[in-house]
């Protein structure tokens, strides 16, 4: 099934996003990606869900991808700014009640917008996300950050190519590769969002809120985890899967940081069970 590309006005902004529509009673599918790419690392999983008769959604973040790159005196770049942003996304695009599927640094947001709104979540899938205290930002992501080599650095399109490379541990084809980098190729703006983003996710107030709300999280959620993560251990996500009855965990051994790029088929699998598991 193609992957359909809107865009759509919510508020000041403009949101781009990939969907696929299929005929089926269940909920859609709702993929939030993580830095420094966009929905298109969505693609594999989103075509293998379809297959399954899952419709599925996925946005470009403000500041990533295709969607608006709003100047950081207009826009905070806080987790709070952006869940702010995600529920104006979510009414505009008619999500009522859907199944949320996040991963990576700033899909971690995505976790902080479920525990605050844990009536519009069916399902909750963790792939590879910052959830304890001890998981930090990576020094290959660090740098954005810093005055002035973030400046340069998140100026260079190549540094999506070496971060997800170095964070998948496997050669990412170049016409992939291409459309990853193709917003930072089009306007700067994007490297001063990676910037500001980055800046702003308050990593340790993040996970702090992330591991004490998934403990009492009543939504059935799955972890499931690239074991081979160089950035995040996989022994944390372990002791938040045992806080709670309601947690599960997956590893998938070979995987990496980002386990949607190279393992779609077997993560798509995995979702698709969980989704069709019965919750006693």
Request: glycine share 6%.
């Amino acid at each position: 099934m193609a992957i359909k590309e809107h865009q759509i006005q919510v508020g000041n902004w403009q949101w781009f996003y990939r969907e696929t529509k299929v005929e089926s009673e269940r909920p859609r599918v709702l993929l939030l990606h993580g830095i420094p790419t966009h929905s298109y690392t969505w693609r594999g999983v989103m075509n293998q869900l379809a297959a399954q008769k899952i419709s599925s959604i996925a946005p470009d973040w403000l500041g990533c991808g295709f969607s608006a790159k709003p100047d950081k005196r207009d826009f905070n770049y806080s987790p709070d700014a952006f869940i702010a942003a995600l529920e104006d996304f979510v009414a505009a695009v008619e999500l009522d009640n859907f199944y949320l599927v996040v991963q990576g640094f700033l899909g971690s947001v995505g976790i902080q917008y479920a525990l605050r709104n844990e009536e519009k979540i069916e399902r909750l899938v963790i792939l590879n996300c910052p959830l304890t205290n001890q998981d930090k930002l990576p020094w290959k992501m660090k740098p954005w950050s810093f005055p002035f080599v973030g400046d340069m650095m998140t100026q260079d399109p190549l540094q999506v190519d070496r971060t997800l490379e170095s964070g998948s541990g496997f050669v990412v084809a170049e016409k992939d590769l291409a459309v990853h980098r193709q917003p930072f190729l089009e306007t700067s703006a994007v490297g001063r969002s990676l910037m500001a983003i980055t800046k702003g996710l308050k990593l340790e107030q993040a996970t702090t809120e992330i591991s004490q709300g998934l403990a009492k999280f009543k939504t059935p959620t799955l972890i499931l985890w690239g074991e081979a993560d160089p950035w995040l251990d996989v022994e944390e996500a372990s002791t938040i899967a045992k806080s709670n009855s309601a947690i599960e965990i997956v590893k998938l051994p070979e995987a990496k940081h980002y386990p949607q790029e190279h393992w779609s088929e077997e993560v798509a699998t995995e979702i698709f069970q969980f989704f069709r598991r019965k919750v006693f």
